[in-house]
């Protein structure tokens, strides 16, 4: 099998248990004729969202490769519905990143609205002369609206962590209600219309996948919805916001900011937004700890051990 990427080595160590596994040992982001090569060549082909899948990598007769083991939750960088017509299984990375990205969101919540990165910066540049009373006053979260759009297993895990945790109000916005057993002491409010919880949240957090249903769901219309001391979160997907018209809405003020781990061409990021002091900007952290990055890996294993025992992977898509 071809591992696109290096894993934590624990994992790698597991790999190797049942399988004879190519590491790409100097961890450089896989080009399509490379991964065009793995489908020709391995049985077996572990990418995860560096590594893009479309439609026509899958056009060869000649494809060897029997399973796609992503390496993460997020599968919107692999052309599932081609694959499968070539008899190919895909599996995923649920449940195991669900809390570490949850806290990340909440990071980007809680950095955004006490100025941290302002404060930090300032301080690193040998800007601070002191306190004083008005000093980068920020935004109290305790007890503030928070808004999540797409209450998956993500979502809801942000929503107890500020709900339970901060003492914070849930809207949420999915396509049907989630059942209240699943949401119960949330006291989660169902908004079947997302321009009224863009209107009605301090925080806006962003966690459904990335789809042709949802590209660009947050877009200027949903924005322009939003209050002007409103902030905005995502750590899905770039692609489900409309960056160009979130960074127009920063510039003008039209909202206090935003919190983003993820962006439509990452790792490019437009200077325009590199250049703005209303966002906290992180590198795609959002399943980034040892314990869960060893998670996820350890479940790629699962997947492919049962694979090959002749058992259906436990997280086909
Ligand atoms: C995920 O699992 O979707 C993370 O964003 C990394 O790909």
Not at 156 to 164: D, L, P, R
Not at 175 to 198: D, F, Q
Not at 230 to 244: C, M, P, Q, W, Y
């Amino acid at each position: 099998m071809l591992v696109t990427r290096r894993w934590p080595e624990s994992v790698e160590k597991a790999m190797a248990i049942n399988f004879e596994v190519t590491i790409n040992d100097d961890d450089h982001a896989m080009s399509a004729d490379e991964l065009a090569k793995a489908l020709q060549e391995y049985d077996a082909v572990c990418p995860c969202v560096t590594d893009s899948m479309p439609e026509s990598l899958f056009g060869a007769d000649s494809i060897k490769t029997r399973i796609i083991g992503n390496y993460g939750v997020g599968f919107n960088h692999i052309a599932v519905d081609a694959a499968k017509a070539k008899g190919i299984v895909v599996t995923n990375t649920p449940d195991v990143l669900t809390d570490a990205t949850a806290d990340l969101a909440m990071t980007l919540m809680m950095m955004l609205a006490r100025r941290a990165g302002e404060g930090e910066r300032q301080l690193r540049a040998g800007q601070w002369h002191g306190w004083y009373p008005t000093h980068l006053m920020g935004t109290q979260v305790t007890g503030k609206t928070l808004g999540i759009v797409g209450m998956g297993r993500i979502g809801k895990a942000m929503a107890e962590k500020a709900h339970f945790g901060f003492g914070m109000r849930i809207l949420y916005h999915n396509r049907k209600p989630i059942p209240e057993s699943e949401v119960r002491g949330l006291n989660a409010e169902y908004c079947i219309e997302l321009t009224w919880l863009m209107s009605n949240s301090d925080f806006v957090a962003v966690h459904c996948p990335s789809s042709p249903l949802t590209k660009s769901m947050v877009n200027e219309k949903m924005l322009s919805c939003m209050r002007t001391d409103a902030f905005l979160i995502n750590t899905s997907r770039g692609d489900v916001v409309d960056e160009k018209a979130l960074i127009k809405f920063l510039q003008k003020g039209l909202i206090a900011g935003a919190g983003l781990d993820v962006y439509e061409n990452e790792p490019e990021l437009p200077n325009a937004l590199l250049g703005l002091d209303n966002v906290v900007l992180l590198p795609h952290l959002g399943s980034a700890t040892k314990e869960t990055r060893t998670a996820m890996g350890m479940r790629v294993v699962g997947n492919l051990n049962a694979f090959f025992n002749g058992e259906e992977p436990p997280d086909k898509i």
